[in-house]
């Protein structure tokens, strides 16, 4: 079953702008990641938020963690065109389970 | 560091033969190896789990005669996908793990992309 729902599927923003892509989730968890993906490619880690924490920071990644309304958001500020990508965020509770995805289109 | 490398990164075959996927940790020990498939604009979705010189562990729904995996050393795994049929054409994916990280560590590989005839 489908631990993680992201929103929007799709986001479509102009070159510079922010962008942000909430994650939901159902059961505890001992930490949420975040990856993205090239079109056809791998997975590239992006940012990790263990349970207890509620906010990272990483270049222009901002990752929030609500583990009481077992949410999650991943702000990218000052978008380029090569954030082009999809978007999943990923729970883990003894095993990684991935989200829907949000599909990133950054227009330059 | 942690790289994890698969080949091929895309095959297609006829229906009814097997296809194997390799996955390699290229600068590490792999203690334990994933596997997960995606279909075209869908999620990952795990299948299976494997620790270095034992049966995988499969997900519910995932046929463990179908997808056969060994992970016969510390730096490689293999899926074979026996019989293949047009509904198993999907990205292939796998990730390692090992021992210092955690299992909540995987380094993900490129992915394979099978295409059944």
Redesign the interface.
């Known amino acids: 079953s ?1 631990q ?1 729902e992201e929103d929007p599927q799709a986001l479509s923003i102009q070159e510079g702008e922010n962008a942000t892509m909430n994650c939901s989730y159902k059961t505890s968890i ?2 949420l ?1 975040w ?1 993205r993906q090239n079109s ?6 992006l940012i ?1 938020i263990r349970s207890n924490e509620r906010e990272k920071h990483s270049g222009r990644l901002r990752v929030t963690l609500d583990t009481s309304k077992k949410s999650s958001s991943l702000l990218i500020t000052a978008s380029r065109a090569a954030d082009t990508a999809s978007y ?1 965020c990923a729970t ?1 509770s003894e ?7 949000t ?1 990133l289109t950054i227009i330059p | 560091g942690a790289v994890v490398s698969q080949h091929p990164s895309w095959v297609i075959c006829k229906s009814g033969t097997s296809v194997k996927i390799e996955c390699r940790s290229l600068d590490f020990q792999a203690t334990t190896m994933f596997w997960y498939r995606q279909f075209p604009k869908q999620s990952l979705m795990l299948m299976a789990t494997s620790n270095e010189g034992s049966k995988a562990t499969y997900e519910q729904g995932v046929e463990k005669d179908k997808f056969l995996i060994n992970h016969a050393s510390l730096t490689l795994s293999t899926l074979t996908v026996t019989s293949a049929h047009p509904e198993d054409s999907s990205f292939y994916i796998c990730s390692a793990s090992w021992s210092g990280g955690g299992p909540d560590t995987q380094y993900f590989g490129p992915g394979t992309r099978l295409t059944v005839l």
Do not use: D
Not at chain 1, 40 to 45: A, E, I, P, Q, S
Not at chain 1, 95 to 101: A, E, N, Q, S, Y
């Open positions: 489908q993680g001992n930490n990641q990856y056809g490619r791998g997975l590239v880690h990790l999943f883990y095993k990684l389970t991935f989200g829907t995805g599909r």
